[in-house]
């Protein structure tokens, strides 16, 4: 998890969120706005792990199959 700057330049933003639920995190003295930050954080670092395995598939393929054919390269060297 990211930790979120407390001094980091914030930009307002809308959001629509379950009635519900903000009333509870309301109710709870939750930091709606930091919990809001932490969760598009979260998503943000998600996505673009996701996009970098789609963007490197071909490369991790290709080394897995050398690995399979091969073995691990300089594997007599390893000491476990």
Known sequence: MRK??????RQPANLSIDSK????AK????NVSRAAEAGI???VAAEKTRLW??????TIEAWNEYVEKHG???EEHRQF
């Not at 639920?21 to 509870?24: I, P, Q, R, V, Y």
């Not at 109710?27 to 939750?30: E, P, R």
């Not at 395995?53 to 071909?58: F, G, H, I």
């Open 4 to 9: 979120i700057a407390m001094n980091a330049v």
């Open 21 to 24: 639920l903000m009333k509870e």
């Open 27 to 30: 109710g709870l003295d939750v």
């Open 41 to 43: 954080a979260e998503a």
């Open 53 to 58: 395995k789609l963007e490197n598939r071909a």
């Open 72 to 74: 691990i390269p300089l």
